[in-house]
């Protein structure tokens, strides 16, 4: 496993369901090598489309389980959101403030096929919505204004990272 480079147009392409009944891999399997490479890449969470692949399927991890999500939707969300800076694997020092909601009810399926509905708030609940995000084909720029945008790649090239605005548009 690999991450594609930011500009792949995989990361802007929104993700098929993966189906359990005509599997395009093993599910199990590829859960465990992804749940590694996320944290061999200092990750909190992973989306399949990071990868190159593209289906609904992403990794995150949280207290005392890791979660790999496969067909994962949001069922509800709080009105009480919260402003926080965020990373992404895909785009390497750049950290953006965006406005998410505090928690959030949601439903996937385990790697098994087993469907699950559950509630995450605080940090889970922000990197299910940030996994959500890339699996549907979004990125930074489709949750932030491009003043915030062009401030964090200015903070990013700072550290050595070398970000354009023009590469996000």
């Given at each position: 496993?690999?991450?594609v480079?930011?500009?792949?147009?995989?990361?802007?392409?929104?993700?098929?369901?993966?189906?359990?009944?005509?599997?395009?891999?093993?599910?199990?399997?590829?859960?465990?090598?992804?749940?590694?490479?996320?944290?061999?890449?200092?990750?909190?969470?992973?989306?399949?489309?990071?990868?190159?692949?593209?289906?609904?399927?992403?990794?995150?991890?949280?207290?005392?389980?890791?979660?790999?999500?496969?067909?994962?939707?949001i069922?509800?969300?709080?009105?009480?959101?919260?402003?926080?800076?965020?990373?992404?694997?895909?785009?390497?020092?750049?950290?953006?403030?965006?406005?998410?909601?505090?928690?959030?009810?949601?439903?996937?399926?385990?790697?098994?096929?087993?469907?699950?509905t559950?509630?995450?708030?605080?940090?889970?609940?922000?990197?299910?919505q940030?996994?959500?995000?890339?699996?549907?084909?979004?990125?930074?720029?489709?949750?932030?204004?491009?003043?915030?945008?062009?401030?964090?790649?200015?903070?990013?090239?700072?550290?050595?990272?070398?970000?354009?605005?023009?590469?996000?548009y």
């Open positions: 496993m690999k991450l480079s930011s500009n792949d147009p995989i990361l802007k392409t929104v993700c098929e369901d993966f189906d359990f009944y005509n599997p395009p891999f093993d599910p199990i399997e590829f859960s465990k090598e992804f749940v590694k490479f996320m944290y061999d890449s200092n990750g909190i969470g992973l989306a399949a489309n990071q990868i190159g692949l593209p289906y609904r399927i992403f990794a995150m991890r949280s207290h005392p389980e890791n979660f790999v999500c496969f067909n994962p939707r069922v509800s969300s709080s009105s009480n959101e919260i402003v926080l800076e965020e990373g992404c694997l895909s785009y390497p020092g750049l950290l953006v403030k965006i406005k998410r909601p505090e928690n959030i009810r949601v439903r996937f399926q385990t790697p098994n096929g087993e469907t699950l559950k509630q995450f708030i605080g940090m889970t609940a922000r990197t299910f940030h996994e959500i995000m890339h699996i549907d084909g979004k990125t930074f720029k489709d949750f932030c204004s491009r003043l915030t945008l062009e401030r964090a790649c200015k903070k990013a090239n700072k550290l050595g990272y070398d970000y354009s605005i023009s590469s996000f």
